[in-house]
C-alpha cells in the first residue's frame, strides 16, 4: 500500500506518517518525491511517499486511515549478520533455492548466501561468473530479480518481508556512483542557473539523489513521471 505525506523536513513528513499509519518507522519505505529548502519568505516543505507491506497488522494499525482488511502474516525479526551465510529455517531456505533455481533456469547459474538478516528485510547475494549480466545495465536485470523474489516471499506468506538482492557488491557501488553523480549535477546546476532531468531511476535510487542534495541551500530535486522509473529533475534556485 502506498500513502503521500508532507512536512516542513523529511523528519516532519516521516514522522506524520508513522503517527497516522500507526507504524514503526522500520516498517515502511519513504520515497522522496519532492522536497524544498527555508528560504527567507518561504518555508521548507518536503512531500513523501510511504509504501508498506500487505500484513493484517498493518491495515489493523492503519483502519483509521483507509483499509481495514487483510491476514496477519507476522514480523521477520532479526539482527544484521555478515558471518552467517547459510540459510536458517524454512522461509530463508525457500528463498535461496527459488533464487538459484530462477537464475539457473536463465542459463547463469550462480550459489545464493544470505548477506544480512534485519526486522522485515532480508539480503541475499548471488556469487555467479554471469554477475555482469544479472546484474544487467543500469542495475535494471537485478531490479527485475528482485521484484521477483519479493513476490514469491509473498506467495509464501512472508509480505512482511522486503528481499533485497545483490551481487559484486553492486548496491554498495552503486549508491557510491550516484551520490557522485548528485554532486556533480548539482554544480552543474549551479553554474547554467538552470536545471537537469536524470535518466529514469528506481525510487531508492531516487531517493538517494533526493537525500544526497537535500543540505544544499541553492538546489531542489522533484520526481517527474509515471510509473516505478520516474526521473528526478535537479533545478537551481538560488540563495533565499
Do not use: C
Not at 523529511?10 to 519513504?30: N, P, Y
Not at 552467517?84 to 531456505?93: K, R, T
Not at 550516484?178 to 547554467?192: G, I
Request: hydrophobic letters at 35%; aromatic letters at 8%.
Amino acid at each position: 500500500m502506498e500513502f503521500e505525506f508532507e512536512g516542513r523536513t523529511e523528519k516532519e513528513a516521516i514522522d506524520r506518517a508513522a503517527e497516522e499509519l500507526g507504524l514503526e518507522k522500520d516498517d515502511f519505505d519513504v520515497e522522496i518525491l519532492e522536497t524544498h529548502k527555508n528560504g527567507l519568505f518561504k518555508k521548507g516543505f518536503v512531500r513523501i511517499r510511504v509504501h508498506t507491506g500487505n500484513t493484517t497488522a498493518d491495515k489493523r494499525r492503519i483502519s483509521d486511515f483507509r483499509d481495514p482488511e487483510g491476514n496477519h502474516k507476522g514480523n521477520y525479526i532479526g539482527k544484521a549478520v555478515f558471518g552467517e551465510p547459510a540459510p536458517q529455517g524454512e522461509f530463508e531456505e525457500k528463498m535461496t533455492e527459488y533464487t538459484s533455481g530462477l537464475i539457473e533456469r536463465m542459463g547463469y547459474p550462480g550459489k545464493i548466501t544470505v548477506l544480512f538478516r534485519e526486522k522485515h528485510k532480508l539480503g541475499l547475494k548471488i556469487e555467479s561468473e554471469h554477475s555482469s549480466i544479472l546484474i544487467g545495465k543500469k542495475g535494471k536485470n537485478l531490479d527485475a530479480l528482485q521484484l521477483l523474489l519479493n513476490i514469491y516471499a509473498g506467495r509464501q506468506g512472508r509480505d512482511d518481508v522486503r528481499i533485497i538482492l545483490d551481487t559484486e557488491n553492486y548496491r554498495i557501488r552503486r549508491e557510491e556512483s550516484l551520490v557522485r553523480l548528485a554532486y556533480n549535477v548539482a554544480e552543474k546546476v549551479r553554474e547554467s542557473r538552470g536545471s537537469v532531468l536524470l535518466e529514469p531511476m528506481n525510487p531508492f535510487d531516487r531517493w538517494l539523489i533526493h537525500t544526497t542534495l537535500n543540505d544544499i541551500n541553492d538546489v531542489e530535486t522533484k520526481s517527474e513521471g509515471d510509473g516505478l522509473y520516474k526521473q528526478v529533475r535537479v533545478f537551481f534556485r538560488g540563495f533565499k
